[in-house]
């Protein structure tokens, strides 16, 4: 290419990135932790069937562990642009989720949404024997996974005219962000950094001692829904609406400051969300794979 016209090319091509990178915190997901926690969380309460199951469809990069590819979503969100709004689900303002309502994309198309990605995920795995499925499975595991984490992330199902709190501006602490950001990662690092010395591993181990601990009685619950479609997913959406009006949204204004209060009554939610989401997945996933021999969460 002539050096005259690839310089600006570059350059043109630098101001792109810029932008799309100032853009990417627009509805995320979980941060990179939040994905991570997840799937260590789901991990051991797979059956052997369905552990080799996944490890077969696991690309070679994750070195076998599911975790490893469950931020993977996020990652390719510039490049499968139409993958965008499966990562959220927004209701009009109010503080209950309705499929019909609320399950689209921007263009109306039904079913683009969180919950309607975790259900078609679900599907293709599960026809994974019949010849006429010609889905990359690799790819249906890695979007299953990502998004299981993100329903649970109760701005992922949040209000349409804040973006699931994108556009409230809030200080954490001392540090300008916003509140979509608070709830997918700073909420994360502050417990990682005061709590667990910033090791990752420590954390999921403290959430997992509460799973056979503290939450014992409920676990049972978090397995099985009301309205079950192909997954239990449209309650998990329900849940997190709900979460939003009772703690994400609540006392939180345009420029609030949010420290310790704030901090100490939420931080429960998010690692609870983070079981809930690791537990379930595990359950989806045994459901898919090893559907003969699935056994309760309990009797693990
Ligand atoms: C279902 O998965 C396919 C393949 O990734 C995708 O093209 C389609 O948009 C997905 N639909 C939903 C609702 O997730
Ligand atoms: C399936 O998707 C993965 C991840 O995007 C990709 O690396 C792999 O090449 C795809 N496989 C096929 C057969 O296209
Ligand atoms: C979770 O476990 C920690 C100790 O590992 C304990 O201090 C805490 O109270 C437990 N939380 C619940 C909700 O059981
Ligand atoms: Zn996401």
Redesign the pocket.
């Known amino acids: 290419m002539d050096p005259l016209i690839s310089l600006p090319l570059f350059f043109f091509f630098i101001l792109i990135s810029v932008l799309l990178i100032a853009r990417a915190p627009f509805g995320d997901a979980w941060g990179k932790e939040g994905h991570i926690m997840v799937c260590k969380i789901a991990q051991p309460y797979l059956t052997e069937t369905t552990s080799k199951a996944v490890l077969d469809l696991l690309p070679e990069v994750a070195a076998g562990e599911l975790s490893a590819m469950c931020p993977w979503a996020d990652e390719v969100r510039f490049h499968y642009r139409w993958a965008s709004p499966l990562h959220y689900v927004n209701t009009p303002g109010v503080c209950n989720y309705k499929y019909s309502r609320d399950c689209h994309n921007s263009k109306e198309e039904k079913g683009m949404c969180v919950v309607g990605a975790i259900n078609n995920y679900t599907d293709q795995l599960r026809r994974r024997g019949d010849s006429s499925n010609h889905y990359n499975l690799t790819e249906s595991l890695m979007f299953l996974a990502h998004f299981v984490g993100d329903v649970h992330q109760p701005l992922h199902a949040g209000f349409a005219a804040d973006e699931g709190g994108n556009t409230i501006v809030v200080h954490w602490y001392r540090r300008k962000t916003n509140l979509h950001h608070v709830w997918d990662t700073s909420m994360i690092e502050t417990a990682m950094k005061d709590y667990y010395d910033n090791d990752l591993d420590a954390m999921v181990d403290?959430?997992m001692?509460?799973i056979t601990?503290?939450?014992e009685d409920e676990v049972d619950s978090w397995e099985n829904c009301q309205n079950k479609q192909a997954t239990c997913a449209n309650d998990y959406a329900v849940e997190s609406i709900h979460l939003d009006c009772n703690y994400a949204y609540k006392d939180v204004e345009q420029d609030s400051t949010l420290g310790d209060e704030y901090f100490f009554t939420r931080l429960?939610i998010v690692?609870?969300r983070i079981a809930q989401a690791g537990l379930r997945l595990a359950t989806i996933l045994n459901d898919i794979f090893d559907h003969e021999n699935r056994q309760e969460i309990q009797s693990y």
Do not use: L, R
Request: proline share 10%; glycine share 30%; charged share 20%.
């Open positions: 403290g959430i001692s509460n601990g503290g939450w429960p690692k609870k």
